[in-house]
């Protein structure tokens, strides 16, 4: 693993990053940050009512639509398994699905698009 110099209010640390496609993991003394890169914060900044955002890092257990689907307000469109506890994520508008970002026992991790709607 990779580690960096950081220098903050007057103290030097040796901290180790993780590099993915959407940002970098910080390890930090006491825990750890995601930087995210700017393309990624961007394309999400402007599309929060069409899409389904990984509220934290997780395993997914089910995907109830396929692309093409008509989906209600509220209807459970993605399953997540964090921590030891389920997580329904639901539609935030009524509209189809354009595109489904995930499937089933992959590991997403926190802001990552899992459905995108587009109007009916």
Request: with cysteine.
């Amino acid at each position: 693993m990779p580690w960096v110099t950081v220098e903050f209010e007057e103290h030097t640390y040796r901290v180790p990053v993780a590099r993915t496609n959407k940002g970098v993991w910080v390890g930090w003394p006491g825990g750890s940050v995601f930087v995210e890169r700017e393309e990624e914060m961007a394309a999400r900044a402007g599309s929060k009512e069409d899409c389904v955002i990984a509220p934290m890092t997780g395993r997914v257990l089910e995907v109830k639509i396929q692309v093409g689907d008509v989906v209600e307000s509220d209807q459970v469109l993605v399953v997540l398994e964090a921590m030891k506890m389920e997580y329904r994520l639901c539609a935030p508008r009524a509209g189809s699905v354009e595109v489904v970002g995930c499937v089933v026992d992959e590991l997403v991790e926190l802001g990552a698009v899992l459905v995108s709607l587009e109007d009916t």
